[in-house]
Every structure is written in C-alpha cells, then in structure tokens.
Nanobody, 129 residues
Framework: QVQLVESGGGLVQSGGSLRLSCTAS????????LGWFRQAPGKDREGVSCLSSSTYDATWYPDSVKGRFTISRDSAKNTVYLQMSSLKPEDTGVYFC?????????????????????WGRGTQVNVSS
C-alpha cells in the first residue's frame, strides 16, 4: 500500500525554522518526483517546492519561498524533507507532500497538482508574528 506520512509541523515564531518530514511506504522515493504544497486558510493549495526524480539534479521553488525553503531526499530513510527558515506569518498553512509515479520526472515551473499521484494528509504549520 502506497502511503505518505508528514510530520514536523507546529507553532514557530516569525523568523524561526522548521523541518518537515514525509516518509513513504509502499514505494521507493528515488524514482519519483516529489513536491511540497501548502494551503493557507481560505486560499487555494499552492506548490512550494519540487524535487525531480534522482535521474536529474533539479528543483523548483516559487519566488515566495526561494532562498528560505529547501527540499531534499534521504534515500536510506525513504523520506523527503522540507527545511524552512526565516519563516513568516504568511507561511502558515497545512503542508502536504506528494509524489509523481513516473520515472525520470523533471520538475517544471509551478508543477500542477494533477501530475502528483500520491498525497499525504498534511501537517499544520503556524507562524506567529
């Protein structure tokens, strides 16, 4: 059974850092494209990072988080991370990890949600001012 489980969310002050984790079961992350999305209250879900499958060394971030967020993969732990620093109140939301079931996936700019086949249930991040 394919499953993604996020963890690491919580409450942090503005300017602080958090590291989100997403552990996969039922498949090997190396061969999948991976992404983190977030949904703020009253807003649509948006992509905040994308990591291409291990064939490529390519990532994507929107301007809103570029330089502050870093996506990475630990193959041994079958886990993808989102390191977030210099957090702002507007980073508040539910963060979801997702995976593309396609080998050789190369992240495009702002990859659409429909490309992602598997989703976690999300973890809440609250950034206080």
């Amino acid at each position: 059974q394919v499953q993604l489980v996020e963890s690491g969310g919580g409450l942090v002050q503005s300017g602080g850092s958090l590291r989100l984790s997403c552990t996969a079961s039922g498949f090997t992350l190396d061969y999948f494209g991976l992404g983190w999305f977030r949904q703020a209250p009253g807003k649509d879900r948006e992509g905040v990072s994308c990591l291409s499958s291990s064939t490529y060394d390519a990532t994507w971030y929107p301007d809103s988080v570029k330089g502050r967020f870093t996506i990475s993969r630990d193959s041994a732990k079958n886990t993808v991370y989102l390191q977030m620093s210099s957090l702002k109140p507007e980073d508040t939301g539910v963060y979801f990890c997702a995976a593309v079931d396609r080998s050789g996936y190369l992240c495009a700019d702002d990859p659409p949600e429909y490309e992602f086949d598997y989703w976690g249930r999300g973890t809440q991040v609250n950034v206080s001012s």
